[in-house]
Protein backbone atom coordinates (compact mmCIF):
# COMPACT_ATOMS: atom_id res chain seq x y z
CA UNK A 1 0.00 0.00 0.00
CA UNK A 2 2.99 1.93 0.48
CA UNK A 3 3.28 2.12 -3.40
CA UNK A 4 0.52 4.02 -4.37
CA UNK A 5 1.83 7.19 -3.28
CA UNK A 6 4.82 7.13 -4.67
CA UNK A 7 3.18 6.16 -8.07
CA UNK A 8 0.86 9.02 -7.25
CA UNK A 9 3.40 11.30 -6.93
CA UNK A 10 5.05 9.69 -10.19
CA UNK A 11 2.26 10.64 -12.09
CA UNK A 12 1.98 14.23 -10.81
CA UNK A 13 5.81 14.94 -11.19
CA UNK A 14 5.11 13.66 -15.20
CA UNK A 15 2.12 15.88 -15.54
CA UNK A 16 4.05 19.07 -14.01
CA UNK A 17 6.77 18.06 -16.44
CA UNK A 18 4.49 17.84 -19.47
CA UNK A 19 2.80 21.03 -18.89
CA UNK A 20 6.17 22.42 -18.39
CA UNK A 21 7.52 21.50 -21.69
CA UNK A 22 4.62 21.51 -24.20
CA UNK A 23 4.61 25.49 -24.49
CA UNK A 24 8.71 25.50 -24.42
CA UNK A 25 8.43 22.80 -27.42
CA UNK A 26 5.57 25.13 -29.50
CA UNK A 27 8.06 28.06 -28.78
CA UNK A 28 11.03 26.08 -30.32
CA UNK A 29 9.20 24.55 -33.23
CA UNK A 30 8.45 28.07 -34.76
CA UNK A 31 10.14 31.39 -33.57
CA UNK A 32 6.95 33.43 -34.80
CA UNK A 33 4.43 30.89 -33.58
CA UNK A 34 2.40 30.41 -30.97
CA UNK A 35 4.10 32.56 -28.14
CA UNK A 36 6.30 34.57 -29.90
CA UNK A 37 3.51 35.98 -31.59
CA UNK A 38 1.55 36.92 -28.64
CA UNK A 39 4.92 38.28 -27.17
CA UNK A 40 5.89 42.35 -26.91
CA UNK A 41 8.19 41.97 -29.59
CA UNK A 42 6.03 44.13 -32.24
CA UNK A 43 3.90 46.73 -29.84
CA UNK A 44 0.07 47.82 -30.86
CA UNK A 45 -0.79 50.97 -31.46
CA UNK A 46 -3.38 53.17 -30.07
CA UNK A 47 -6.10 53.66 -31.95
CA UNK A 48 -6.75 57.00 -31.63
CA UNK A 49 -3.59 59.77 -31.48
CA UNK A 50 -5.08 63.35 -32.30
CA UNK A 51 -8.56 64.71 -32.42
CA UNK A 52 -9.60 66.37 -35.67
CA UNK A 53 -10.27 69.96 -35.48
CA UNK A 54 -13.46 71.92 -37.41
CA UNK A 55 -13.21 70.96 -40.76
CA UNK A 56 -15.32 74.32 -41.79
CA UNK A 57 -14.31 76.82 -39.04
CA UNK A 58 -16.57 79.36 -40.85
CA UNK A 59 -19.75 77.25 -40.61
CA UNK A 60 -18.98 75.34 -37.48
CA UNK A 61 -22.20 74.64 -36.43
CA UNK A 62 -23.54 73.45 -39.40
CA UNK A 63 -20.07 71.48 -39.64
CA UNK A 64 -20.87 69.85 -36.06
CA UNK A 65 -24.49 69.36 -37.17
CA UNK A 66 -23.28 67.21 -40.26
CA UNK A 67 -20.49 65.47 -38.09
CA UNK A 68 -22.83 64.47 -35.34
CA UNK A 69 -25.38 62.92 -37.53
CA UNK A 70 -23.01 61.18 -40.09
CA UNK A 71 -21.25 60.28 -36.50
CA UNK A 72 -24.50 58.78 -35.61
CA UNK A 73 -24.89 56.32 -38.87
CA UNK A 74 -21.25 55.01 -38.38
CA UNK A 75 -21.70 54.33 -34.90
CA UNK A 76 -24.82 51.75 -35.83
CA UNK A 77 -22.84 50.25 -38.17
CA UNK A 78 -20.03 49.78 -36.61
CA UNK A 79 -21.24 45.90 -35.80
CA UNK A 80 -21.21 45.21 -39.54
CA UNK A 81 -18.02 47.10 -40.11
CA UNK A 82 -14.95 48.13 -37.35
CA UNK A 83 -13.21 50.61 -39.86
CA UNK A 84 -17.17 52.27 -39.24
CA UNK A 85 -16.36 52.49 -35.88
CA UNK A 86 -13.13 54.14 -35.97
CA UNK A 87 -14.84 56.91 -38.53
CA UNK A 88 -17.85 57.15 -35.93
CA UNK A 89 -14.96 58.81 -33.40
CA UNK A 90 -13.65 60.75 -35.87
CA UNK A 91 -16.47 62.51 -36.81
CA UNK A 92 -18.02 62.61 -32.70
CA UNK A 93 -14.40 64.82 -32.08
CA UNK A 94 -15.15 66.74 -35.53
CA UNK A 95 -18.25 67.60 -34.10
CA UNK A 96 -16.89 68.60 -30.58
CA UNK A 97 -14.63 70.99 -32.30
CA UNK A 98 -17.02 72.62 -34.20
CA UNK A 99 -19.88 72.92 -31.61
CA UNK A 100 -16.92 74.07 -29.21
CA UNK A 101 -15.68 76.88 -31.90
CA UNK A 102 -19.50 77.75 -32.85
CA UNK A 103 -19.90 78.27 -28.86
CA UNK A 104 -22.27 75.60 -28.07
CA UNK A 105 -20.73 74.15 -25.06
CA UNK A 106 -23.80 71.65 -24.11
CA UNK A 107 -23.63 70.11 -27.60
CA UNK A 108 -20.42 69.34 -27.31
CA UNK A 109 -20.15 67.84 -23.91
CA UNK A 110 -23.30 65.71 -25.41
CA UNK A 111 -20.86 64.42 -28.38
CA UNK A 112 -17.96 63.89 -26.54
CA UNK A 113 -19.82 61.94 -24.21
CA UNK A 114 -20.80 59.64 -27.10
CA UNK A 115 -17.06 59.45 -28.80
CA UNK A 116 -15.91 58.87 -25.35
CA UNK A 117 -18.76 55.84 -25.44
CA UNK A 118 -17.56 54.88 -28.96
CA UNK A 119 -14.21 55.04 -27.90
CA UNK A 120 -13.95 52.65 -25.04
CA UNK A 121 -16.02 49.96 -26.79
CA UNK A 122 -13.65 50.00 -29.70
CA UNK A 123 -10.62 49.74 -27.20
CA UNK A 124 -12.68 46.95 -25.66
CA UNK A 125 -12.96 44.96 -28.92
CA UNK A 126 -9.69 45.96 -29.81
CA UNK A 127 -7.95 44.22 -26.54
CA UNK A 128 -10.12 41.33 -27.15
CA UNK A 129 -9.32 40.98 -30.89
CA UNK A 130 -5.72 41.03 -29.55
CA UNK A 131 -6.63 38.50 -26.30
CA UNK A 132 -8.33 36.29 -28.81
CA UNK A 133 -5.41 36.20 -31.37
CA UNK A 134 -2.73 35.45 -28.78
CA UNK A 135 -5.29 32.41 -27.19
CA UNK A 136 -6.00 31.17 -31.15
CA UNK A 137 -2.21 30.98 -32.11
CA UNK A 138 -1.47 29.58 -28.28
CA UNK A 139 -4.52 26.59 -29.03
CA UNK A 140 -3.35 26.68 -32.89
CA UNK A 141 -6.83 27.24 -33.97
CA UNK A 142 -6.04 28.51 -36.95
CA UNK A 143 -9.54 29.52 -38.70
CA UNK A 144 -10.02 31.59 -35.51
CA UNK A 145 -6.45 33.15 -36.00
CA UNK A 146 -7.48 34.42 -39.18
CA UNK A 147 -10.67 35.44 -38.09
CA UNK A 148 -8.99 37.60 -35.21
CA UNK A 149 -6.42 39.46 -37.71
CA UNK A 150 -9.21 40.05 -40.32
CA UNK A 151 -10.96 42.16 -37.30
CA UNK A 152 -7.83 43.87 -36.16
CA UNK A 153 -6.80 44.50 -39.79
CA UNK A 154 -9.96 46.34 -40.05
CA UNK A 155 -9.27 48.26 -36.74
CA UNK A 156 -6.50 49.47 -37.60
CA UNK A 157 -6.63 49.84 -41.05
CA UNK A 158 -6.80 54.01 -40.80
CA UNK A 159 -3.31 53.87 -39.22
CA UNK A 160 -1.78 53.30 -42.57
CA UNK A 161 1.20 51.02 -42.74
CA UNK A 162 3.46 50.37 -39.30
CA UNK A 163 5.14 47.78 -37.67
CA UNK A 164 2.02 46.06 -36.15
CA UNK A 165 0.06 45.78 -39.25
CA UNK A 166 3.26 44.44 -41.44
CA UNK A 167 3.24 41.67 -38.21
CA UNK A 168 -0.24 41.16 -38.60
CA UNK A 169 -0.30 40.62 -42.30
CA UNK A 170 2.84 37.91 -41.09
CA UNK A 171 0.52 36.21 -38.91
CA UNK A 172 -2.36 35.81 -41.70
CA UNK A 173 -0.04 34.60 -44.45
CA UNK A 174 1.09 31.62 -41.68
CA UNK A 175 -2.35 30.95 -40.66
CA UNK A 176 -3.94 30.80 -44.31
CA UNK A 177 -1.65 28.58 -44.89
CA UNK A 178 -1.79 26.64 -41.75
CA UNK A 179 -5.74 26.33 -41.79
CA UNK A 180 -5.26 24.66 -45.71
CA UNK A 181 -3.01 22.02 -44.44
CA UNK A 182 -5.34 21.42 -41.22
CA UNK A 183 -8.38 20.66 -43.94
Known amino acids: MSTYPAKRRQVLLALLAASTLL ?8 PEAPAAIGSSRVQYPELFLEAPSCSH ?4 LASASQSEELAQVRADRYPYDPADGIRAVRLYEMAEACYRLGGLDSSASR ?5 STMTLRLNTDYAAARL ?3 RSLEQERWSAVLHEVHRLLRLTHHLGRNEYVEWLERI ?12
Open 111 to 115: VRDAA
Open 23 to 30: PLASLLRD
Open 132 to 134: GLA
Open 172 to 183: LGRAAARATEAS
Open 57 to 60: PDRA
